[in-house]
């Protein structure tokens, strides 16, 4: 797999000082991640057994160079296959629980996963104010696997450690001394501390193991008998095991077994449950995710160039859109200048700043003057001369090329020669815009995806002649942002948009068939996992935009074969905001989709019109027909090298359109079923099959496999 650091990163990954006193200090460093790999398990176990035979040592502090002390067990490894003499994290924590010296953990920043499990072991735990503990393995599809889920458990109680293992959830330095987790935050460097921590304790305690203490539930007024029933109630708090739950009822399994059984039991039992998950699909889909995001910014055959700094932004538009993207700019430190002409308009942006601001100080993630702050970097102007200065300017204005290359014409204009010119449209020709400009290496596409302020996809759209530089300085731009950036070239929909109109053609086309919209979103969303049902995302983007889309390009969209959107539209059945679309949203809940016998005589009377007679189709046609869609369109933009690879569209669809994370994403989900097998369905459907699709089945292979020879990958 990509990514991370398989390989061992500075010249000693283990190393080992001895300090006055008989303290021994081993120090992980192994750049960038301080990653526990195979070979650095191995070097600490050996490391540990040394300070252990050794007389002289009467202590061992282990701390982690480079500000961090380890992310974990090395994710690259998992793919690799350990022999039964293999060391991992687990064999680390067992040297350090079978020593009969005093451990200390020394961590200065972030210990996650397998890193804070080393921690766990140890007797004492001194941090510093950038501490950051977590076993985020579910995010991964797995649970601590090197007795996290028996030793925190015993540390603090099962009702917080189920909290924080099923979340993930990474807690700071002070939350940590709360829980008894650290025993020190020291204010100097961590490690003198953990020393001087050492000749407290030596004489009086001096091993103070976890694996010795007895599990609680930590719940107030129930004890331990009432175990059964809060572990009952755990698993109903998460998804089913089918449907993205796997990796959460197994670690609900696990903090179990730390209620029931003695601590080496619950390590048997822990570990046969890390192997089930470990050779899942779920955690194998989650791991090819953590990697594809990490892909995204590596642009293939890209000459190299230093990206431009941004320290000054300019949004046109004061709509929900150049708003949010104004947000997005400012919480990033950027300060930025909206122009818009009308004064309404402006009032209606600043009380959407305020009222967002004022939310998060509600909700404690701001302060009063942070709050404040960041309000004073967005300023609100009509004049287009003062973003002259501005390094980079985001229009977000309607979607119609006229409006925009008129923008752009008089951005051109008035902007300094460095100025990077941006569109934040859907679906219009980026090119087209750049020929406007006297820029087009300085032109590019920033596809935000609403609310830009909240979705963390971002589609950075490369223009024929956006230059390295250019493209360079928005994939930087991008993680700024704090955005999860992909990188599209320049053809209708891009990637998410092109590949979201075949899966709302064949979500049309059942409605047609008489499958009932209420039945298709309950089998994406409770079968197969998508947050949100095809026609519900319809009627909260909104039918209306549907309809103008259709009307532009239904080439794109496959032949309209009936006027059901058409009859919508002119019905003002755009969906939740005027209360009436593909549901009704009558309810006391306005927001809640309720069935509307009116869209289904309507749906009926149309197809009736179209000579489309109803059919049954079952739940897992429902699936294919969807997904596969996604799957077709997907390798097609591969082909095309819209998309740079398929991980990139994974990203995409899971980001931005809810695709479920447990299967990796469409073109990941693809060889979960087997390419062969999606193709010979897509023939029985009629549909024209991808010649990349059918090319990978007829050799009878995957395309994660075949991503790796992709020309301009
Ligand atoms: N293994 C290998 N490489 C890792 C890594 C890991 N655990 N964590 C990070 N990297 C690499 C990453 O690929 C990137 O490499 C570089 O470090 C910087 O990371 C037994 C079995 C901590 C939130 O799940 O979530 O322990 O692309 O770009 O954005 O129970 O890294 O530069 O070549 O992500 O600041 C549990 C995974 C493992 C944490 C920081 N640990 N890491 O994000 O930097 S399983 C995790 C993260 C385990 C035990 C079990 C993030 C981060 P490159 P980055 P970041």
């Known amino acids: ?88 994290v687990r064999e680390v924590t067992a040297a ?144 089913p095991e089918s449907n993205g739950g796997f990796a959460a009822h197994k670690l609900i399994d696990a903090v179990a077994a730390a209620l029931e059984l003695d601590f080496a039991h619950g390590l048997a039992r822990e570990s046969r449950l890390f192997e089930e998950l470990i050779r899942s699909a779920p955690s194998a889909a989650l791991q090819h995710v953590f990697f594809a995001e990490r892909q995204l910014g590596k642009i293939p055959n890209l000459p190299p160039a230093e990206a431009l700094e941004i320290k000054t932004a300019g949004v046109i538009g004061a709509g929900t859109m150049g708003t949010g993207i104004a947000i997005t700019f400012a919480n990033a430190g950027i300060p930025v200048v909206v122009i818009e002409p009308a004064d309404e308009q402006i009032e209606r942006s600043k009380q959407m700043v305020f009222g967002m601001f004022a939310h998060q100080v509600q909700r404690g993630r701001l302060t009063q003057e942070q709050a404040w702050k960041l309000g004073q970097s967005i300023s609100w102007e009509s004049d287009y001369g003062e973003l002259a200065g501005a390094d980079i300017v985001v229009e977000a204005v309607f979607e119609n090329m006229d409006v925009k290359k008129e923008v752009f014409a008089k951005l051109d204009a008035v902007c300094k020669p460095a100025t990077i010119l941006a569109s934040n449209t859907s679906t219009l020709d980026i090119d087209e815009m750049a020929a406007v400009t006297k820029r087009p290496e300085q032109f590019v596409g920033l596809h935000f995806f609403a609310p830009a302020n909240i979705m963390k ?28 950036a992909v990188v599209s070239a320049n053809a209708f929909g891009f990637i998410g948009n092109r590949m979201f109109f075949d899966y709302a053609r064949e979500a049309v086309y059942l409605l047609e068939e008489g499958i009932p919209p209420e039945r298709i979103d309950r089998v994406m969303k409770e079968q197969f996992g998508f947050a949100m049902g095809p026609f519900a995302t319809f009627d909260l983007s909104g039918v209306d935009v549907f309809w103008h889309i259709q009307q532009e390009r239904t080439a794109a969209l496959g032949e309209k074969r009936t006027a059901i959107i058409d009859r919508m539209y002119a019905a003002k059945r755009w969906g939740q905001k005027t209360g009436l679309g593909f549901y009704k949203y009558d309810g006391p809940n306005k927001r809640e989709p309720l069935p509307d016998p009116a869209l289904t005589a309507l749906v009926a009377e149309e197809a009736a019109k179209a000579g489309i007679a109803p059919r049954s189709v079952t739940d897992t046609e429902i699936v294919e027909r969807l997904a596969y869609a996604l799957i077709n369109v997907g390798a097609d933009l591969l082909e095309a090298e819209i998309a740079l690879r398929p991980g990139d569209e994974d990203i995409v669809y899971i980001y931005g359109y809810g695709f479920p994370p447990h299967h990796g994403g469409p073109m990941w989900y ?34 994660a496999a075949y991503s790796k020879e992709f020309v301009h990958a």
């Not at 191995?42 to 002289?56: E, N, R």
């Not at 062969?676 to 009878?700: C, D, H, M, T, Y």
């Open 1 to 88: 797999m990509a990514g991370g650091n398989g390989h061992l990163g500075a010249a000693a990954p283990v190393r080992t000082a001895d300090r006055p006193g008989g303290i021994r200090v081993i120090t992980l460093d192994n750049p960038p991640a301080n990653a526990i790999s195979y070979a650095v398990s191995a070097l600490l176990v050996q490391a540990i057994d040394a300070a252990d035979a050794d007389s002289a040592v009467r202590a061992v502090i282990f701390a982690g160079a480079g500000g961090l002390f380890s992310y974990g067990a090395d994710i690259n490894d998992f793919a690799i296959e350990p022999t039964p003499d293999t060391k991992t």
């Open 96 to 239: 350090v629980e079978r020593s009969a010296k005093t451990y200390v953990a020394a961590i200065e920043g972030t210990a996650l996963g397998g890193g804070f499990e080393l921690a766990l072991t140890c007797d004492y735990r001194v941090g510093s104010a950038k501490t950051k503990l977590g076993l985020p393995e579910i995010k991964l599809g797995l649970l601590p696997g090197a007795g996290g889920t028996q030793r925190l458990t015993r540390l603090i109680g099962a009702q917080d450690a189920l909290q924080m293992m099923l979340k993930g959830e990474t807690i700071g330095a002070e939350d940590a001394l709360k829980k008894g987790i650290l025993d020190e935050v020291a204010a100097g460097d961590v490690v003198a501390a953990a020393a001087a921590l050492v000749e407290r304790v030596i004489g009086t305690a001096p091993k103070r193991r976890i694996s010795a203490r007895t599990a609680e539930l930590g719940v107030a007024g129930l004890g331990l008998f009432a175990f059964p029933f809060v572990v009952a109630q755990a698993h109903k708090m998460v998804p």
């Open 457 to 484: 996809l971002l589609e950075i759209v490369r223009g024929a002649r956006t230059s390295p530089q250019t493209l360079t300085t928005a994939v930087k731009l991008g993680k700024t942002l704090r955005k999860v």
């Open 670 to 703: 693809a060889d979960e079923v087997g390419v062969a097998n999606v193709v010979a369905r897509v023939k029985e459907f009629g549909w024209r099959v991808s010649p990349l699709l059918e090319r990978i089945a007829q050799r009878g292979g995957t395309i």
